[in-house]
């Protein structure tokens, strides 16, 4: 797995401390588990109504199979996913990333919130929901156990249409 971030992003020294080669190991590792699981069920969504009911749909009946580490699991690779191909293809996952970001009690470490923040702060701009997960994921954290103060605000350009 890659990602706009990759290796790189999650092991250099900036903002957020570099996180120990067992550590993202361990995270990409629990996110191949639930990935073809994941990639099988926004598949199948993007062939139907995007208007339907969450609970509904491939990506609903998914979440609902999984257990809190699962469902982390699940959220990471999602956002993993859309950071690498961020475009108007990945409606259905940024769906799949906000259902996961409204569940509270998830459980988030400091570390999947950093190797998060990492991703998304790597993708740019043009990747508008990019700190959605991440934002919701650190909210989760006990006060004291966050490792930094403000997520960076997020200012989206303007798309040009025509020519």
Same mark, same amino acid.
């Given at each position: 797995?890659?990602?706009?971030?990759?290796?790189?992003?999650? *092991?250099?020294?900036?903002?957020?401390?570099?996180?120990?080669?067992?550590?993202?190991?361990?995270?990409?590792?629990?996110?191949? !588990?639930?990935?073809?699981?994941?990639?099988?069920?926004?598949?199948?969504?993007?062939?139907?109504?995007?208007?339907?009911?969450?609970?509904?749909?491939?990506?609903?009946?998914?979440?609902?199979?999984?257990?809190?580490?699962?469902?982390?699991?699940?959220?990471?690779?999602?956002?993993?996913?859309?950071?690498?191909?961020?475009?108007?293809?990945?409606?259905?996952?940024?769906?799949?990333?906000?259902?996961?970001? !409204?569940?509270?009690?998830? @459980?988030?470490?400091?570390?999947?919130?950093?190797?998060?923040?990492?991703? *998304?702060?790597?993708?740019?701009?043009?990747?508008?929901?990019?700190?959605?997960?991440?934002?919701?994921?650190?909210?989760?954290?006990?006060?004291?156990?966050?490792?930094?103060?403000?997520?960076?605000?997020?200012?989206?350009?303007?798309?040009?249409? @025509?020519?």
């Amino acid at each position: 797995m890659t990602s706009v971030a990759g290796w790189a992003a999650a *092991s250099t020294p900036d903002t957020f401390p570099p996180l120990p080669r067992a550590v993202a190991q361990s995270l990409y590792r629990r996110m191949r !588990a639930v990935a073809p699981a994941a990639r099988g069920a926004i598949d199948r969504d993007r062939a139907t109504d995007p208007e339907q009911a969450f609970t509904d749909t491939a990506c609903g009946r998914l979440v609902g199979s999984l257990d809190d580490a699962g469902l982390r699991a699940l959220g990471m690779w999602t956002h993993h996913w859309c950071m690498r191909f961020y475009d108007d293809d990945t409606r259905v996952g940024r769906r799949l990333v906000r259902e996961i970001a !409204a569940r509270p009690g998830l @459980g988030w470490t400091a570390d999947e919130v950093r190797w998060m923040l990492r991703e *998304s702060i790597s993708a740019g701009p043009a990747a508008a929901d990019r700190f959605t997960l991440p934002r919701a994921a650190a909210a989760q954290l006990p006060p004291d156990g966050r490792p930094f103060d403000d997520l960076p605000e997020v200012k989206v350009p303007r798309q040009r249409h @025509g020519n």
